[in-house]
């Protein structure tokens, strides 16, 4: 038998035998015969290339924590409680003062529903007569004896106290254990008490009535109108403003026109309420529109006085007669009117 030694086949882990000494007689393989491959062994790694080590920074030290800043108890709490008891003792009274808040709540919740509480609120907002609130309030003619009705009339016609109407109806209709109520005369009085009551009981209750109507809302525009002749008069007034020693600022249309609309605004908001008929009212309107208009025309009035006042230095300094009726030049250090205004800022009138 002879191996026969193929490169294929050795390559493939193989051997091949032969019957016989002729090679080339194929008819005389006996055996083919598999064997493993040897085992490829991995190569050895490359060694890598030890390049020198640079020297490691040195690690600094770690820092020590900081010491926390000390507590300012004072300007936390107060002057009075800068010490760590004190507040202590302050923290340990928030229970107790939430429960004193707490009930404090609760009390004006109370007062605010109470009846009489928001009825007297409400008769101050319509603008009524506080002083008449409790006459309405109480007087409740269904509830009321016939001496209440007519000392609640003597009240309302006559202004008395409740002690003085109380004690004039006692001696007038005789009313108490001190009288003799066999007595006839005593016995008319007491009749007479009926009679008034009666009456008293009517005038209470159209009192009340008119007295819970709706009162008249004023009418704001209705004030505009009635001041248009005086508001035209204050317009006129702020066509020529003089400042100082005879100069005169002339005022524009535009100006003039919303000094008037600002008038207009003013008395025709809720709430202000102005007589004509009043010379005070009739001043702070004049006011008013003056204030209004140097407010809103603050620069072009001090950019136009200092026009003038150069003017008038060139004439002097050019020694030129000036011509008659030629403004001065105000002297040094003296005020003006419009140096009240300089505080104002433009724009808010």
Same mark, same amino acid.
């Given at each position: 038998?002879?191996?026969?030694v193929?490169?294929?086949?050795?390559?493939?882990?193989l051997?091949?035998?032969?019957?016989?000494?002729?090679?080339?007689?194929?008819?005389?393989?006996?055996?083919?015969?598999?064997?493993?491959?040897?085992?490829?062994?991995?190569?050895?790694?490359?060694?890598?290339?030890?390049?020198?080590?640079?020297?490691?920074?040195?690690?600094?030290?770690a820092?020590?924590?900081?010491?926390?800043?000390?507590?300012?108890?004072k300007?936390?709490?107060?002057?009075?409680?800068?010490?760590?008891?004190?507040?202590?003792?302050?923290?340990?009274?928030?229970?107790?003062?939430?429960?004193?808040?707490?009930?404090?709540?609760?009390?004006?919740?109370?007062?605010?529903?109470?009846?009489?509480?928001?009825?007297r609120?409400?008769?101050?907002?319509?603008?009524?007569d506080?002083?008449?609130?409790?006459?309405?309030?109480?007087?409740?003619?269904?509830?009321m004896?016939?001496?209440?009705?007519?000392?609640?009339?003597?009240?309302?016609?006559?202004?008395?106290?409740?002690?003085?109407?109380?004690?004039?109806?006692?001696?007038?209709?005789?009313?108490?254990?001190?009288?003799?109520?066999?007595?006839?005369?005593?016995?008319?009085?007491?009749?007479?008490?009926k009679?008034?009551?009666t009456?008293?009981?009517?005038?209470?209750?159209?009192?009340?009535?008119?007295? *819970?109507?709706?009162?008249?809302?004023?009418?704001?525009?209705?004030?505009?109108?009635?001041?248009?002749?005086?508001?035209?008069?204050?317009?006129e007034?702020?066509?020529?403003?003089?400042?100082?020693?005879?100069?005169?600022?002339?005022?524009?249309?535009?100006?003039?026109a919303?000094?008037?609309?600002?008038?207009?605004?003013?008395?025709?908001?809720?709430?202000?309420?102005?007589?004509?008929?009043?010379?005070?009212?009739?001043?702070?309107? *004049?006011?008013?529109?003056?204030?209004h208009?140097?407010a809103? #025309?603050?620069?072009?009035?001090?950019?136009?006085?200092? #026009?003038?006042?150069?003017?008038?230095?060139?004439?002097?300094?050019? #020694?030129?007669?000036?011509?008659?009726?030629?403004?001065?030049?105000?002297?040094?250090?003296?005020s003006?009117?419009?140096?009240?205004?300089?505080?104002?800022?433009?724009?808010?009138f």
């Open positions: 038998m002879t191996q026969i193929d490169p294929i086949a050795q390559s493939l882990g051997t091949v035998e032969r019957l016989g000494d002729n090679p080339a007689d194929t008819a005389t393989v006996r055996e083919i015969r598999f064997e493993q491959p040897a085992q490829l062994q991995p190569s050895a790694p490359a060694e890598p290339v030890q390049t020198p080590a640079e020297p490691a920074a040195p690690v600094a030290a820092a020590e924590p900081a010491a926390p800043a000390p507590v300012d108890l300007s936390i709490f107060g002057e009075e409680y800068g010490e760590v008891d004190k507040v202590k003792t302050l923290l340990g009274e928030v229970p107790t003062l939430r429960e004193k808040i707490a009930d404090y709540e609760k009390t004006v919740k109370a007062v605010e529903e109470d009846p009489y509480i928001k009825s609120l409400s008769w101050r907002q319509e603008g009524r506080d002083s008449l609130h409790d006459l309405v309030y109480y007087s409740n003619p269904e509830k004896s016939p001496e209440q009705k007519v000392a609640l009339k003597l009240q309302i016609e006559n202004g008395l106290t409740p002690a003085e109407a109380q004690q004039y109806v006692n001696f007038t209709y005789k009313v108490g254990e001190d009288f003799d109520a066999e007595d006839p005369a005593v016995v008319h009085a007491r009749m007479q008490l009679i008034d009551g009456s008293a009981d009517k005038f209470i209750n159209q009192w009340r009535e008119q007295q *819970q109507q709706p009162l008249p809302r004023y009418d704001y525009a209705e004030q505009v109108q009635t001041w248009t002749p005086q508001i035209d008069k204050s317009i007034g702020l066509r020529s403003i003089e400042l100082i020693d005879g100069i005169k600022f002339s005022g524009d249309e535009q100006g003039l919303d000094v008037r609309q600002h008038l207009a605004t003013v008395l025709g908001t809720e709430g202000v309420q102005m007589d004509m008929s009043n010379p005070q009212d009739v001043q702070a309107l *004049q006011s008013m529109a003056r204030d208009y140097i809103r #025309n603050f620069e072009k009035i001090v950019t136009y006085m200092r #026009n003038e006042w150069e003017k008038a230095q060139q004439l002097q300094r050019s #020694n030129v007669p000036q011509p008659a009726g030629t403004q001065q030049a105000p002297p040094a250090g003296k003006s009117e419009v140096d009240l205004y300089k505080a104002i800022a433009g724009g808010r």
